[in-house]
């Protein structure tokens, strides 16, 4: 049984140029003790999905189902969801800083999170349960750095404040948006290991939401592609990086520093993602896509099943035989001695 089930989200904005259609019609489930990637370029949607279903899109407009442990978020006043968020579910940002509040003391918001839950427990209790979990998330002298504030704190450091704070109350669920995005190669390897100890000691399921397919194929169990508010594909992670179907999906790993067979040498995805506000007909990777056909631009299609061993679907008329579709892309692009492999 899915923790999370997240059944036809839609997500709008109005704004003064028109509807912004952040989300459209997306689905997915993460499973208890799992970890799901949501992989896609800026603008795709990803934050905004997350969100919306939790209660944090303000102004937007959201329909569709978010299940969350048998019960519907989106049917949740403000009082209810402030019940799940933090006690069931914990969030990480994408930049601590501006998540930690400058003028307290980091124990003190460790602690605030804690009894903002449950004013029974006493502040000394709090605050000796914000150095247990500073000292779980590796950060050195916690019982002196506990009364620290945040600009006392490096990057690495405050993000894994961040961490101790989302753990505080032993979520089911862990929503990390982009955690790792503006730190280092060495610290980010750090927080990924992390994460990945905290999910089997606690058995925290986990929404990685990035941009970097690097940090995907470290974390993830699957992998949500979307693109434009929409799913590409959804895969195991074995599948997406081995067996991948999509064309945005092989964009992406093309886009990676070592796909091509000579490292450090980038294919990129030519042109830009479609307007929002007003989005042409058709697949909306179709104007980008090297093996766009004239159906293409006629109907969205559909998630449709690829044979496999797991369940992977992809919103692409291209042939599920892998065989036909690596033919197909022969043809369309006869490979050369640069060429990235494609479909290993």
Same mark, same amino acid.
């Given at each position: 049984?899915?923790?999370?089930?997240?059944?036809?989200?839609?997500?709008?904005?109005?704004?003064?140029?028109?509807?912004?259609?952040?989300?459209?019609?997306?689905?997915?489930?993460?499973?208890?003790?799992?970890?799901?990637?949501?992989?896609?370029?800026?603008?795709?949607?990803?934050?905004?999905?997350?969100?919306?279903?939790?209660?944090?899109?303000?102004?937007?407009?959201?329909?569709?189902?978010?299940?969350?442990?048998?019960?519907?978020?989106?049917?949740?006043?403000? =009082? +209810? @969801?402030?019940?799940?968020? #933090?006690?069931?579910?914990? !969030? /990480?940002?994408? *930049?601590?800083?501006?998540?930690?509040?400058?003028?307290?003391?980091?124990?003190?918001?460790?602690?605030?999170?804690?009894?903002?839950?449950?004013?029974?427990?006493?502040?000394?209790?709090?605050?000796?349960?914000?150095?247990?979990?500073?000292?779980?998330?590796?950060?050195?002298?916690?019982?002196?750095?506990?009364?620290?504030?945040?600009?006392?704190?490096?990057?690495?450091?405050?993000?894994?404040?961040?961490?101790?704070?989302?753990?505080?109350?032993?979520?089911?669920?862990?929503?990390?948006?982009?955690?790792?995005?503006?730190?280092?190669?060495?610290?980010?390897?750090?927080?990924?290991?992390?994460? =990945? +100890? @905290?999910?089997?000691?606690? #058995?925290?399921?986990?929404? !990685? /939401?990035?941009? *970097?397919?690097?940090?995907?194929?470290?974390?993830?169990?699957?992998?949500?592609?979307?693109?434009?508010?929409?799913?590409?594909?959804?895969?195991?992670?074995?599948?997406?990086?081995?067996?991948?179907?999509?064309?945005?999906?092989?964009?992406?790993?093309?886009?990676?520093?070592?796909?091509?067979?000579?490292?450090?040498?980038?294919?990129?995805?030519?042109?830009?993602?479609?307007?929002?506000?007003?989005?042409?007909?058709?697949?909306?990777?179709?104007?980008?896509?090297?093996?766009?056909?004239?159906?293409?631009?006629?109907?969205?299609?559909?998630?449709?099943?690829?044979?496999?061993?797991?369940?992977? =679907?992809?919103?692409?008329?291209?042939?599920?035989?892998?065989?036909?579709?690596?033919?197909?892309?022969?043809?369309?692009?006869?490979?050369?001695?640069?060429?990235?492999?494609?479909?290993?």
């Amino acid at each position: 049984m899915a923790l999370l089930e997240v059944v036809d989200l839609q997500v709008r904005f109005d704004t003064a140029d028109g509807s912004v259609q952040a989300v459209r019609g997306i689905s997915f489930a993460v499973a208890e003790g799992h970890t799901l990637g949501i992989v896609g370029e800026s603008g795709s949607g990803k934050s905004v999905a997350t969100q919306a279903a939790f209660g944090f899109a303000r102004g937007a407009h959201v329909s569709g189902r978010a299940i969350f442990e048998g019960r519907d978020l989106l049917t949740m006043n403000e =009082r +209810e @969801l402030r019940a799940v968020r #933090g006690a069931r579910v914990g !969030m /990480i940002f994408q *930049d601590p800083l501006t998540s930690l509040h400058p003028m307290y003391r980091v124990g003190w918001q460790i602690a605030e999170a804690i009894r903002a839950h449950d004013r029974s427990v006493p502040k000394r209790t709090a605050r000796s349960r914000a150095i247990e979990l500073m000292a779980r998330v590796g950060i050195p002298q916690p019982d002196r750095r506990v009364d620290d504030f945040p600009h006392q704190f490096s990057g690495g450091m405050r993000q894994r404040v961040m961490i101790a704070m989302a753990m505080a109350l032993t979520p089911s669920l862990l929503i990390a948006d982009e955690p790792t995005t503006a730190l280092d190669p060495t610290v980010q390897a750090q927080i990924l290991e992390l994460l =990945r +100890e @905290l999910k089997d000691d606690f #058995g925290t399921a986990i929404i !990685m /939401i990035t941009h *970097d397919l690097g940090v995907i194929a470290e974390i993830a169990d699957d992998v949500v592609v979307l693109y434009a508010g929409t799913i590409m594909e959804e895969a195991s992670i074995r599948d997406l990086f081995y067996h991948y179907h999509h064309p945005y999906t092989e964009g992406l790993m093309g886009s990676l520093p070592s796909a091509g067979v000579r490292r450090g040498e980038l294919v990129p995805i030519e042109g830009q993602p479609p307007s929002p506000i007003d989005p042409l007909p058709g697949c909306p990777f179709a104007p980008r896509c090297k093996y766009s056909m004239p159906e293409c631009t006629v109907e969205a299609p559909r998630l449709v099943e690829i044979p496999g061993e797991t369940r992977h =679907r992809s919103a692409c008329i291209l042939p599920t035989s892998r065989a036909a579709r690596q033919a197909l892309r022969d043809a369309r692009h006869p490979p050369t001695t640069h060429s990235m492999v494609l479909d290993r």
